[in-house]
């Protein structure tokens, strides 16, 4: 038992060890978007925007919106990371298929890729978060939990987008799901305005984003207030989105790699 654990940690260090050395060689084009545009956004939309805004339940613009880019960060990279990424290494690079004929287990392949997008995740949000300190937009001590919640969104997201991404033939396929997915959970997720100003019909749809959950806890966290949900139910949907995630990602990757 201890030897086939050894093992399973030994492989997927070994996935994480590739895809680190892969983005190594392309760190580069990545900074833009992982680091400049949050602060570019927050500069335009929480300062310049912010200052026709003025406050919103009772703290300025900028301190209200940091935590929904602070999770719209982690958001939107996982599922950039586990689209073209995932599906490529399975059509195109047949990365996994090669992974398959060593001693690396389907379930080293997921883990090891999640663990890569939750470094990748942890160094934005620290760096983004370490900025917003000095606009003074953060209020509570304990917005240093923001990078954890922003790894849980990471997780919840990441692994079902690694499910569909095993699943499917076609990159035109991705097209839908950030039309229909990612830019409403975005827009809508409390990110730039209360989910309360949007109609009593349509606030389930946020609800059910893993998002809103994520933005709600780090608004918490950055202004020392309660959550809308209680603590522990905004935690329990998350954990349960991204074991539910793993669990098919796990499935869909078996049966690619079978096929």
Not at 232 to 256: D, E, I, S
Request: hydrophobic share 55%.
């Amino acid at each position: 038992m201890a030897l086939t654990t050894q093992v399973t940690a030994s492989s997927t260090l070994a996935v994480l060890e590739r895809s680190l050395l892969l983005y190594r060689r392309l760190w580069r084009a990545s900074a833009f978007s992982s680091f400049l545009l949050p602060v570019l956004f927050l500069i335009s939309i929480g300062i310049g925007l912010g200052g026709h805004v003025g406050d919103i339940a009772g703290v300025h613009y900028l301190s209200w919106i940091v935590p929904g880019v602070l999770a719209s960060t982690a958001f939107q990279m996982s599922v950039g990371e586990c689209t073209y990424p995932v599906l490529g290494d399975f059509k195109w690079v047949r990365a996994y298929h090669a992974m398959r004929a060593t001693p690396v287990e389907v379930g080293d392949m997921v883990c090891g890729w999640l663990l890569y997008i939750l470094i990748r995740v942890q160094i934005a949000v620290v760096v983004f978060l370490a900025i917003t300190a000095l606009f003074g937009a953060l209020h509570s001590p304990w917005a240093l939990v923001t990078p954890l919640v922003c790894a849980l969104v990471a997780l919840a997201v990441a692994a079902p987008t690694m499910a569909f991404s095993a699943s499917i033939e076609q990159d035109s396929y991705f097209a839908m799901l950030f039309r229909f997915v990612v830019i409403p959970s975005t827009l809508f997720a409390g990110v730039f305005f209360p989910v309360e100003q949007l109609p009593v019909l349509a606030r389930p749809l946020a609800y059910v984003s893993p998002l809103w959950h994520g933005v709600e806890l780090n608004r918490a966290a950055t202004l020392g207030t309660a959550p809308p949900w209680p603590i522990a139910a905004h935690l329990a949907y998350l954990l349960v989105f991204a074991a539910v995630g793993v669990t098919l990602a796990v499935h869909a990757f078996r049966k690619r790699l079978q096929d």
